[in-house]
């Protein structure tokens, strides 16, 4: 499972010109679910996503996680972060089916809520239009195929 955290000052979604999910200071979350995927990277990445300590405290140094800076989380579905990029027109083979990739994205929205988070998402396999104000800018890519998971 991969995962774009970007710490932002305000993010949301947009579908058919309208706004369906909006979030103030927090994350918004760009996931993709692979191919061979289960709950165990789904319960790894939302424990990290959860744990990022890359809020300031008021030294100014990164270590304040975002439970404790109030931070909101905005995840959206991005199969297209398995694009396979050997050639000029990206293939997504190794990114999940739907019929994968979708209980494994709301396992990781789930388990952001159960640890407290207000969560909004965008709608999975929508054509949407993602917003955000960059915050830092602070950008964390997350992936369980590395070996700390």
Same mark, same amino acid.
């Given at each position: 499972? &991969?995962?774009?955290?970007? &710490?932002?000052?305000?993010?949301? $979604? ?39 300590? $890359? ?20 995840? *959206? ?8 990029? &050997? ?9 999940? &089916? ?9 396992? $990781? *929205? ?19 239009? *993602? ?19």
């Amino acid at each position: 499972m &991969r995962a774009v955290v970007t &710490r932002v000052t305000s993010a949301s $979604v947009a579908i058919d010109g309208a706004k369906t999910a909006e979030i103030q200071k927090g994350f918004l979350v760009l996931l993709g679910v692979g191919a061979v995927d289960t709950e165990r990277e789904a319960l790894w990445i939302s424990d990290k996503i959860c744990g990022l300590r $890359v809020f300031e405290d008021g030294a100014g140094k990164m270590n304040v996680n975002p439970l404790d800076a109030g931070a909101e989380l905005l995840i *959206v579905s991005q199969f297209t972060l398995y694009a396979d990029t &050997r050639s000029r027109r990206p293939g997504f083979t190794a990114a999940a &089916r739907p019929g994968t990739a979708i209980p494994l994205y709301e396992a $990781v *929205v789930n388990g952001c809520r159960a640890r407290g988070f207000h969560v909004e998402t965008g709608e999975f396999g929508a054509d949407m239009q *993602v917003m955000s104000v960059n915050d830092g800018p602070v950008t964390i890519l997350l992936d369980s195929e590395v070996p700390s998971c």
